[in-house]
């Protein structure tokens, strides 16, 4: 299809004056030559960009489906200069790294395993999620077009699903790949099962007496679930086997560490390597346990943003007569199916490896907390949420320390959020906050910062743990993670300290 126009006329000074005399025609990204295409069965699918453990369980999961998918290693700081080498200037950081990551991949092919720059263009195919929306998250696609044409793949094909449109996804690439319910049933599976998996693995790893014991435990189960996915066995009962390996991880939960809560823009709050200088295991490292944002939090997200969209359009029908619009009634019936499949799935994975105290993000409850400081209606990034988390962890104690990963050149999170927050922090005092930009470069200001924010953590962690009275017995099942006691305290140990108190266990 394209857009064409007659004579453009431009009116100067002088009198009328035909500026542009030709067709216009609408611009599209196309390759210079024709390119003769692998047909799908000899089409290599690659995917990536969200958890280490995630983007292996979907490769494994999406595989067990028939379908030809590789996951793209974690981004490092290779990938980013490799996308600040060819993308363009002024883009925000998970554009660099993620644009970078996938540029990096297929010169490797070209030019360690031996494969033309023709052969790849020909044989594979990258998925991301896109979308519309007013951050450079609706451009990913043309910039990573434009990166690799630049480093010699002219014609790379870059198919994306859009985060808001779930299941009913319609692209160009419809044919190759298959975007089925079944598709994204067993994307979602994977995600979720990721999601509890990690969450767990922060909660223990802290504690654990032989470094390095909760990582291999958690690889352990990551080959128990990749093998359930492959083989088409009960997920529920592969991480109900997760269990048993993971109880024999040897545990001291009694050690005041201080806990922060990590959040911020979904891809630099998320990622775990160079994208935000492995924050994670950094804080760690240095004493704390970290509260991760699950993927499922983008995606409780996604499906409430459309269902507030749904009701602003209901209440802009001005029809009064009683006609029942009948789209409006499936996408309800659609919404309230998506939230439904995401809880049911995550308490049911989340009981079945033995995470009980992790409470699923409950969107009308975030959205009622900073609906006076940011409005509902401006979505894009994470929209209300970073407001949201800082003014949850503040009124409920969930938290010594929260952090706010924001991307350099990031529009929602660094210019948006962040003016919103001095407003929180002026009207909570008690919060511990810290927004902080990740470049790409320039780590070791990133960790002094997080380091002097941490001191004060570690401060109130002590001294939340020290006001508590320490039993002579302490009972052994104190430090199995199976026992999560809920309490009002912030630092995990200092919650099972009370525990022991109140319900002299
Ligand atoms: S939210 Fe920020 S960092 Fe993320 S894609 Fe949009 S502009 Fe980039």
């Not at 010699?152 to 449109?165: Q, T």
């Not at 958690?218 to 390996?245: G, H, P, Y």
């Not at 939230?339 to 009622?368: Q, R, W």
Request: charged share 25%; aromatic share 10%.
């Amino acid at each position: 299809m394209s857009i064409s126009c007659s004579t453009v006329k431009v009116t100067d000074k002088n009198g009328d004056l035909n500026f542009l005399n030709k067709e216009a025609t609408q611009w599209r990204d196309i390759p210079k030559k024709e390119i003769k295409y692998a047909s799908r069965k000899d089409t290599i699918v690659l995917v990536g960009g969200l958890t280490i453990l995630q983007d292996k369980l979907i490769q494994s999961a999406l595989q067990s489906i028939g379908e030809n998918f590789i996951a793209l290693p974690n981004p490092n700081f290779e990938s980013f200069q490799k996308g600040k080498a060819f993308g363009n200037r002024g883009q925000c950081n998970p554009t660099y790294f993620t644009v970078g990551n996938l540029v990096k991949y297929l010169q490797n092919l070209r030019n360690e395993k031996g494969l033309s720059s023709e052969e790849i263009v020909q044989k594979y195919i990258y998925v991301t999620a896109g979308g519309c929306g007013p951050c450079r998250f609706g451009m990913y696609i043309t910039e990573y077009k434009k990166a690799l044409r630049d480093a010699g793949f002219d014609g790379f094909r870059i198919s994306s699903f859009e985060h808001d449109k779930g299941i009913f996804q319609k692209t160009e690439e419809e044919a190759l790949i298959n975007f089925s319910p079944k598709f994204f049933i067993t994307l979602v599976k994977a995600i979720i099962i990721g999601d509890v998996m990690n969450i767990l693995a922060y909660k223990m790893r802290p504690y654990e007496v032989k470094v390095g014991s909760v990582d291999s435990a958690m690889e352990a189960c990551r080959l128990l679930v990749s093998e359930a996915f492959s083989k088409k066995k009960n997920l529920t009962k592969a991480l109900w086997d997760c269990r048993k390996i993971l109880e024999k991880v040897e545990l001291n939960r009694l050690q005041p560490k201080a806990k922060v809560m990590v959040m911020g823009e979904f891809w630099a709050a998320m990622t775990e390597g160079d994208g935000n200088y492995n924050l994670h295991r950094f804080l760690e490292a240095e004493g704390a346990e970290c509260i991760p944002q699950p993927v499922m939090s983008r995606l409780m997200l996604s499906i409430w943003e459309a269902e507030y969209d749904l009701n602003k359009k209901e209440q802009l029908t001005t029809d009064t007569s009683k006609k029942i619009d009948f789209s409006n009634v499936k996408s309800r019936v659609l919404i309230k199916l998506a939230k439904h499949a995401v809880k049911l799935h995550f308490t049911m994975y989340a009981k079945a490896i033995g995470l009980h105290d992790y409470e699923i993000p409950d969107m009308d409850k975030l959205a009622a907390l900073s609906k006076d400081y940011y409005t509902l209606d401006c979505e894009g990034g994470e929209g209300h949420l970073e407001v949201a988390h800082l003014i949850e962890s503040v009124k409920h104690n969930l938290a010594h320390l929260v952090i706010s990963v924001k991307p350099f050149g990031c529009m929602p999170s660094s210019a948006v959020s962040d003016g919103v927050q001095s407003l929180v922090t002026n009207r909570f005092p008690s919060a511990n906050f810290l927004s902080i930009e990740t470049s790409g470069e320039g780590a070791a200001n990133f960790y002094s910062r997080v380091q002097m924010a941490l001191f004060k953590a570690k401060q109130s962690a002590k001294e939340e743990f020290e006001a508590l009275e320490i039993p002579e017995d302490i009972p052994d099942k104190v430090h199995n993670y199976l026992y999560q006691p809920k309490g009002e305290k912030a630092g995990s140990a200092a919650q099972l300290l009370s525990s022991i108190q109140h319900r002299g266990l």
